[in-house]
């Protein structure tokens, strides 16, 4: 089983990633603003960020949905991730 930092001491198992997204780039589309919005109204929103984040992780664990935002860039995340590391 792998881990993924995320930032701000949040880890996450690598097998529950869903997707790892470009904050700047996916938040041009107005469908991925809504779904956004949406998960956060839903309280399925994370912060995982110290600065303003940069990319956001989308988990499932077979019950529910959780968004992770990110400061780190997602090709940094997709790296760690592929990679195994922490």
Not at 41 to 68: H, M
Not at 72 to 83: D, G, H, I
Request: net charge positive.
């Amino acid at each position: 089983m792998n881990y993924l930092h995320l930032g701000k001491g949040w880890v996450v198992n690598t097998g529950e990633i869903m997707g790892i997204f470009d904050l700047d780039i996916s938040s041009q589309s107005h469908l991925t603003r809504k779904y956004l919005s949406m998960a956060e109204k839903a309280g399925q929103v994370i912060n995982a960020s110290e600065d303003i984040p940069k990319s956001f992780v989308v988990c499932w664990d077979g019950n529910k949905r959780t968004l992770y935002l990110c400061q780190m860039a997602s090709a940094t995340l997709l790296r760690r991730a592929e990679a195994g590391m922490l």
